[in-house]
């Protein structure tokens, strides 16, 4: 079939809108960090799974490859197309009905396409909670977010993506729609492709709806943004919580001066709730479903523990529901924070949690000992061990220069975050920045049986080649 046919066979089954091409196509054909521009030979926009399902029969049986996205928040360029206009992007953003809410058995069954926020909004109204959360949930996807096994700020409590999710829909690589819907809390029938497509990247078939865990909405919440001594005094804090009442501690986030100063300088609409700034920062949030938990009373006890013992050095409780959403606004806006303040270099890992002080400083020394003048700016999940080990470029250098040295500077951070038993990328996942770690850190047995996994589920290599794992 040639370009033209296949084309005429897409817009025939899928409808003038659900065809994109040339000026239109070019949202998606770059990345969030605007790192890569590729470009598509089309975008596709089905608006259910039967028109998925005939899109990628179609693209399949012309051995057209094919790159799954939804809100295009990548931050490893898993979702953009490469530079040579052969491959068709396949965007869920017309795949967007909530398909069912049950408060009883607490499930939701949400399509693809239904943007992390309305989710959360859709479980709201109906009387429950959908946790997951972070600061992309105004554009990404349900689909995109269990393709990628997205954390956030409620891992610590909630768990993964994959944590939140019991079944599946999917297209598979030729096309075949996997009815993979179950409710169940028990299903022990097999191997768990669910659990296969969950941070996959789109490299093994298209996720079209999935049903989602929902949990029981708090009746209490307690947020304090507080100034630490060091990161050891952060991780402290922590257990002190978790050592009260670790069902409370819905987030607990890390920042240091070097990431909020670039939020403080940059993002406007923003303010230090504290006296003056300090070196180090955290956000702690509390919520429970339980009435009469008395958060702000054990916020109040465990902030003044703290103090006695010099962790914290000054703290602001929100005092309403404005404060508190000024609080966390300046946690979510870090990665906006650096993208205005110039290029930067992304290191999503983790360590396990009582290696984060060691980490953070042993990687700061070691990048401002490769790039002089250079920035660290560490953040996020200190509660889980998932830290943005970030390095912001010297203001005033050229940013092209600074990213010509990504991979110096990923491979300064790994070395340290390998010797400490972590992961190269704790919740972005690989894209196509990171296939050569993947080869890296988990070749022999690991990697010969994702290929074969790969190799088996999609033998012509057209879901996303290249992403993930490289030549496949
Ligand atoms: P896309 O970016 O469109 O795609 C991501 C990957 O999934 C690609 O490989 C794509 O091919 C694939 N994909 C997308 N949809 C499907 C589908 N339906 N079926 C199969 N494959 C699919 N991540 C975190 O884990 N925690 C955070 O706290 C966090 N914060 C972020 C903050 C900002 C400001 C931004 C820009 C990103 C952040 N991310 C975070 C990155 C994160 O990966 C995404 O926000 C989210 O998980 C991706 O969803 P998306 O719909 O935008 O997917
Ligand atoms: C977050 O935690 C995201 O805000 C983005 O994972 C992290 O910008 C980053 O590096
Ligand atoms: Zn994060």
């Known amino acids: ?81 490469d530079e040579t206009a052969t491959q068709i992007v396949l965007t869920t953003t017309r795949m967007t009905r909530i398909r069912d809410i049950d408060v009883n058995d607490m499930t939701m069954v949400a399509e693809a396409g239904v943007i992390l926020k309305l989710a959360q909004d859709a479980a709201r109204d109906a009387g429950a909670l959908f946790p997951l959360s972070l600061s992309a949930e105004g554009s990404c996807t349900i689909g995109g977010v269990l393709s990628t096994n997205a954390g956030g700020n409620t891992t610590v409590r909630y768990g993964n993506a994959r944590e939140l999710m019991l079944g599946l829909e999917a297209v598979m690589p030729d096309g075949t729609i996997w009815h993979g819907l179950r409710r169940l809390r028990k299903d022990n029938t097999g191997y768990a492709l669910r659990h296969l497509l969950v941070g996959a990247e789109g490299t093994l078939g298209i996720i079209t709806a999935a049903a989602l865990r929902l949990f029981p909405r708090p009746v209490e919440e307690a947020v304090a943004f507080c100034a630490v001594a060091d990161e050891d005094a952060a991780l402290s804090l922590f257990r002190r919580f978790r050592g009260r009442d670790e069902s409370a501690v819905r987030a607990f986030e890390y920042m240091s001066a070097g990431s909020m100063h670039l939020v403080l300088d940059h993002v406007p609409g923003v303010s230090l709730p504290l006296a003056e700034r300090a070196a180090h920062y955290v956000l702690v949030d509390l919520a429970s479903s339980r009435p009469g938990a008395n958060l702000r009373a054990l916020l109040e006890s465990v902030l003044e523990e703290a103090m006695e013992a010099g962790e914290v050095t000054d703290a602001a409780l929100a005092e309403s529901e404005a404060q508190r959403a000024a609080i966390w606004k300046l946690r979510e806006e870090h990665p906006e924070g650096q993208k205005r303040a110039g290029a930067s270099v992304k290191n999503d890992v983790s360590v396990p949690v009582s290696k984060v002080p060691e980490m ?24 889980d061990g998932n830290i943005h080990m970030n390095l912001a470029q010297e203001p005033g250098t050229d940013p092209a220069a600074f990213l010509a040295r990504s991979h110096d500077i990923m491979d300064c951070v790994n070395e340290i975050v390998r010797e400490l038993g972590g992961s190269f990328s704790a919740e972005h996942g690989v894209g196509r920045i990171k296939t050569d770690m993947v080869e890296d850190w988990r070749g022999g047995a690991e990697l010969a049986a994702m290929q074969a996994i790969k190799r088996a589920m999609d033998p012509h290599g057209l879901m996303n080649p290249g992403k993930v794992l490289r030549g496949l």
Not at 52 to 79: E, H, I, K
């Open 360 to 383: 953070v400083r042993r990687s700061c020394e070691a990048l401002t000992r490769l790039i002089p003048g250079s920035r660290p700016v560490p953040f996020g999940h200190i509660g």
């Open 1 to 81: 079939m040639t370009r033209d046919d296949l084309l005429a066979a897409l817009t025939q089954r899928l409808g003038p809108q659900g065809v994109l091409l040339g000026a239109d196509m070019a949202p998606h054909e770059t990345d969030w960090r605007a790192l890569f521009q590729g470009h598509a030979m089309a975008v596709l926009r089905p608006a259910s799974t039967e028109e998925m399902a005939d899109a990628v029969r179609l693209c399949a049986a012309a051995r057209v490859p094919m790159v799954p996205q939804g809100g295009n928040t990548s931050m490893v360029a898993g979702a953009t197309p």
